[in-house]
């Protein structure tokens, strides 16, 4: 039916917040894709969409109408996906947002075995630790390390990273060496943002500390923190696989090694648990992998 179709393209004219964007990325013409939405309209007796010369926005109706016929173009396609499965492994392009150093450490080993499973699969990924916003970009799956802060988005966990106190010998030398959890508050310490950047976590030995910790540093990159404590500016918190390469090359050393700081989640996020093959094996993969 018609109007199956112009649900289909009000999605993504919605999606976008554009009549032109959404225009071209279907390859048709701007007065085409305006004359069908408005035919919609009339259809359904109801405004969907608030036009203005620089934006378009969601009636109380058009919101009602977007969240329904999203699902249904979306069952659509994944519909006519799996059919294809039956006679093809997965293909297409893979978009994918990952944070660097988690990338670089712990899913470059995986990207190439999972790329080696599915020759028909191709990448295009974002080493980014900004916030990706997935129904106006062309990112399949966010990759992230914490909790998730956007509660309308599906997230799938993936693994937890264990994290342990890591300082250059050259800063032990010059500062000491803390014996006890409670003797960091006494040092400069490397903090990743976040809720927890002041007060750290320490589990060992059967008991729990929460020791409220300081400093001049405070950023968001893992790998900026492993080089600035390699460079001997502080004590910091790190997952073992990112600080292995400078403790074999001693430019760090583990401190307080009964004492672990609490897991980071890593988690998948999606816009949907309607997920095209791609993306479903590349998730599965990767959590399996991490997990083992």
Not at 109 to 132: H, W
Request: glycine share 6%; hydrophobic share 40%; proline share 5%.
């Amino acid at each position: 039916m018609e109007y199956l179709n112009d649900m289909a393209l009000f999605v993504e004219v919605v999606k976008v917040r554009s009549f032109r964007r959404a225009a071209e990325a279907l390859n048709m013409p701007n007065s085409t894709l305006s004359r069908r939405i408005s035919g919609l309209e009339k259809a359904i007796g109801l405004r969907l969409l608030q036009r203005t010369t620089r934006k378009i926005e969601l009636t109380e109706a058009g919101q009602l109408y977007y969240e329904r016929c999203k699902r249904i173009v979306d069952e659509a396609r994944l519909a006519h996906e799996q059919l294809g499965e039956m006679l093809a492994r997965p293909s297409g392009l893979l978009r994918a947002s990952l944070p660097v150093d988690f990338a670089n450490v712990y899913l470059a080993p995986l990207i190439a075995e999972f790329a080696q499973l599915y020759p028909g699969i191709s990448f295009d990924f974002d080493l980014t630790p900004r916030q990706v916003d997935l129904v106006s970009e062309p990112v399949d799956v966010v990759i992230r390390m914490g909790e998730p802060a956007n509660s309308n988005l599906i997230a799938r966990k993936l693994a937890s990273i264990q994290r342990f106190l890591y300082a250059s010998p050259h800063y032990l030398q010059t500062s000491g060496e803390p014996q006890s959890p409670s003797d960091l508050s006494g040092h400069e310490c490397l903090r990743l943002r976040g809720p927890d950047s002041d007060r750290w976590t320490l589990s060992g030995g059967g008991e729990t500390q929460q020791v409220d910790v300081g400093g001049r540093f405070q950023l968001n990159s893992v790998g900026m923190l492993r080089r600035l404590a390699s460079l001997g500016l502080g004590i910091t918190l790190l997952p073992e696989g990112i600080a292995a390469q400078d403790v074999a090359d001693g430019k760090l050393r583990r401190i307080l090694v009964q004492w672990q700081a609490s897991p980071v989640s890593v988690y998948a996020l999606t816009e949907t648990r309607l997920l095209p093959a791609k993306t479903q094996r590349f998730i599965e993969f990767v959590r399996d992998r991490l997990q083992a």
